[in-house]
């Protein structure tokens, strides 16, 4: 198989693994309820723990993360080109934002990005996460935990020189989520965010 080859089937992959619907699906088969049609609307960990309970807001986080985490291992056993690995984890990140399955109407990647960063970068996936569960400790405000660790994982992954396609791929994965996340910034800035 070419690096050509290997990367397309690799990017793949990595959409459709992302574009699965872990947040509808659990909801739908464990409670019989529509996790689109409650709460925020999103299909993501937060709304389903706010919808459906934390346990299963726990187990769709998990879901979501390993999503991102298991076509980059995939890409790592299959090539050693790192811009295909950084690529294989934006394409799981934007299966999750626009899956093909619901409209490409999707959730905000913040527990897929983070998978895919455990794999490639875990020093900056691990100070992401404590700086979110730290700041949703504190606040209950999911999305100020997920833009401040998405900050400290990018700081991360550039002080400590991290290879360069793992650099580019945290700042864009950052990027993206200021994206997902400007509903909710807006909110922040005035104030009427809701907690979970």
């Known amino acids: 198989m070419s690096d050509v080859d ?4 690799l990017v793949g992959v990595g959409y459709l693994a992302g574009s699965i619907p872990f947040g509808v699906l659990v909801t739908r088969w464990l409670t019989g309820l529509d996790v689109r049609a409650a709460g925020s ?4 960990a937060t709304n389903v723990a706010r919808v459906a309970g934390k346990k299963l ?3 769709v986080l998990a ?3 390993a999503k991102g985490a298991l076509p980059v291992l995939l ?3 299959l090539t050693d080109l790192r811009w295909v690995h950084a690529a294989t984890g934006l394409a799981a990140f934007l299966g999750h934002v626009f899956p093909v399955w619901l409209r490409f109407r999707g959730g905000k990647g913040v527990a897929t990005a983070l998978g895919a960063l455990a794999v490639l970068v875990p020093d900056a996936a691990v100070v992401g996460a404590l700086v979110y569960a730290l700041l949703f400790a504190l606040f209950r405000v999911s999305s100020i935990g997920s833009l401040a660790g998405g900050i400290s994982a990018l ?3 550039w002080v400590r020189a991290r290879p360069l396609e793992y650099q580019v791929l945290t700042a864009v ?3 993206l989520i200021l994206y997902t996340h400007r509903g909710n910034i807006g909110r922040i800035l005035k104030r009427t965010e809701r907690s979970v």
């Open 173 to 175: 994965l950052f990027a």
């Open 155 to 157: 700081v991360v992954t």
């Open 63 to 65: 879901l979501d993360a």
């Open 57 to 59: 807001g726990v187990l």
């Open 41 to 44: 609307g999103n299909i993501g």
């Open 75 to 77: 890409s790592i056993h």
């Open 6 to 9: 290997a990367a397309v089937l």
